[in-house]
């Protein structure tokens, strides 16, 4: 009895073991989705598994962040806004149909896709060959309304199980059977060597992230207006690129003092010299940037809703309402004017470490997988 259950137990691990996971994902670019992608996969191909992940991108693209040698990279193009209903339409299918064949050929044994259309493409590409992971990596109640939401609600209705990172993200589908909440695994930052951007040469407040308009740069933009002038040995640096740059410098009332610092590889030697962190974000998935800024002791800011549930307010961070830049800028002040509490919650911020720890994320997701 003992030996046929050990063996039976020994056949389950060999199983989970030997799985080829298939990852769906739009690209492997500078994105959130995309570093738990690389991590993930890179994790799962050491512990014996095969992975392979499909993309849309071109032929040719490789991934922002490192992959192992190991983790097969499949990009089938396609990737991109379609001009208009039926030019959306035209291109959905064609993901399908790309999707479909590379699936047959590759055959993986579970599906996991990110973000809300490349699970619908995973979906219908699929059909009912394999179990399809649903990853939601935003805050699901801000995507826009109409038929595209519509569509994203049936379609994760369809897959096998809902990932969110955060139980507010759960709430949402109101789906507690089907859904399951894995924060983001978030190593501790690496704060030695060489950064890929410029260390400031005075002291400054700094914020990461896509140039965006639901990262909320020009709320900060306009904080930082507001409190210049009191604090003339302070600058603000914001790490990232995207479509916002040229309006949020354009915006600037002290451009001189604002640094466009560009997206970095390496942002954490510098980042860590910073004296306070922001995330005026209008609306976050799981904030991986607060995170790491946390993790590294420094005095966090973060909007309302954007904060993923690692902020408890002035206990080790502060929250602030979205889009209210007096709010932010009287926030900034006071921290810039007590430092000791700045450092108290900075000290305090470091605890969220064991939380998105990577061994205990990833010991999640293989719940996940050998069930």
Same mark, same amino acid.
């Given at each position: 009895?003992?030996?046929?259950?050990?063996?039976?137990?020994?056949?389950? *691990?060999?199983?989970?073991?030997?799985?080829?996971?298939? !990852?769906?994902?739009? #690209?492997?670019?500078?994105?959130?989705?995309?570093?738990?992608?690389?991590?993930?996969?890179?994790?799962?191909?050491?512990?014996?598994?095969?992975?392979?992940?499909?993309?849309?991108?071109?032929?040719?693209? =490789?991934?922002?962040?490192?992959?192992?040698?190991?983790?097969?990279?499949?990009?089938? %193009?396609?990737?991109?806004?379609?001009?208009?209903?039926? %030019?959306?339409?035209?291109?959905?299918?064609?993901?399908?149909?790309?999707?479909?064949?590379?699936?047959?050929?590759?055959?993986?044994?579970?599906?996991?896709?990110?973000?809300?259309?490349? *699970?619908? =493409? +995973? @979906?219908?590409?699929?059909?009912?060959?394999?179990?399809?992971?649903?990853?939601?990596? =935003?805050?699901?109640?801000?995507?826009?309304?109409?038929?595209?939401?519509?569509?994203?609600?049936?379609?994760?209705?369809?897959?096998?199980?809902?990932?969110?990172?955060?139980?507010?993200?759960?709430?949402?589908?109101?789906?507690?059977?089907?859904?399951? $909440?894995?924060?983001?695994?978030?190593?501790?930052?690496?704060? =030695?060597?060489?950064?890929?951007?410029? *260390?400031?040469?005075?002291?400054?407040?700094?914020?990461?992230?896509?140039?965006?308009?639901?990262?909320?740069?020009?709320?900060?933009?306009?904080?930082?207006?507001?409190?210049?002038? #009191?604090?003339?040995?302070?600058?603000?640096?914001?790490?990232?690129?995207?479509?916002?740059?040229?309006?949020?410098?354009?915006?600037?009332?002290?451009?001189?003092?604002?640094?466009? +610092?560009?997206?970095?590889?390496?942002?954490?030697? $510098? !980042?860590?010299?910073?004296?306070?962190?922001?995330?005026?974000?209008?609306?976050?998935?799981?904030?991986?940037?607060?995170?790491?800024?946390?993790?590294?002791?420094?005095?966090?800011?973060?909007?309302?809703?954007? #904060?993923?549930?690692?902020?408890? #307010?002035?206990?080790?961070?502060?929250?602030?309402? @979205?889009?209210?830049?007096?709010?932010?800028?009287?926030?900034?002040?006071?921290?810039?004017?007590?430092?000791?509490?700045?450092?108290?919650?900075?000290?305090?911020?470091?605890?969220?470490?064991?939380?998105?720890?990577?061994?205990?994320? /990833?010991?999640?997701?293989?719940?996940?997988?050998? /069930?």
């Amino acid at each position: 009895m003992v030996w046929a259950m050990v063996l039976h137990v020994y056949q389950q *691990v060999d199983d989970f073991m030997s799985r080829h996971i298939g !990852l769906v994902i739009s #690209d492997m670019g500078a994105g959130g989705a995309q570093r738990v992608v690389s991590e993930l996969s890179s994790g799962w191909v050491q512990q014996g598994h095969r992975v392979t992940i499909f993309t849309f991108d071109t032929p040719d693209a =490789t991934s922002f962040f490192p992959l192992s040698s190991a983790v097969t990279l499949i990009n089938l %193009s396609g990737h991109g806004r379609a001009a208009g209903f039926i %030019s959306a339409i035209k291109a959905n299918i064609g993901r399908i149909i790309k999707l479909r064949r590379a699936l047959k050929n590759s055959a993986p044994d579970i599906l996991l896709a990110f973000l809300p259309d490349m *699970v619908f =493409t +995973a @979906v219908m590409a699929n059909g009912f060959s394999r179990p399809v992971i649903a990853c939601e990596r =935003t805050n699901p109640a801000m995507y826009p309304t109409g038929l595209w939401r519509l569509v994203r609600d049936i379609t994760y209705r369809l897959s096998d199980l809902i990932i969110c990172q955060t139980q507010t993200a759960a709430d949402y589908f109101n789906m507690p059977h089907k859904t399951r $909440v894995i924060p983001n695994p978030v190593p501790i930052p690496n704060i =030695t060597g060489h950064s890929d951007i410029p *260390v400031p040469e005075r002291r400054f407040i700094a914020s990461l992230g896509r140039l965006s308009f639901e990262k909320g740069h020009d709320i900060l933009i306009r904080a930082f207006d507001l409190i210049a002038p #009191d604090f003339p040995d302070i600058d603000l640096m914001i790490i990232g690129e995207g479509a916002e740059k040229d309006r949020l410098q354009a915006m600037c009332r002290y451009p001189e003092r604002v640094l466009f +610092a560009g997206v970095s590889q390496h942002p954490f030697p $510098v !980042l860590s010299k910073a004296d306070i962190f922001v995330l005026p974000s209008r609306y976050e998935g799981f904030p991986n940037a607060l995170a790491e800024a946390m993790i590294l002791g420094l005095p966090c800011v973060v909007s309302e809703g954007a #904060d993923g549930g690692l902020i408890a #307010d002035e206990q080790n961070g502060r929250i602030v309402p @979205v889009e209210d830049s007096e709010f932010l800028s009287t926030v900034l002040r006071s921290l810039l004017e007590n430092p000791v509490q700045a450092k108290n919650l900075g000290d305090r911020a470091r605890a969220i470490s064991s939380r998105v720890d990577p061994a205990h994320v /990833s010991r999640l997701w293989d719940q996940v997988i050998s /069930s």
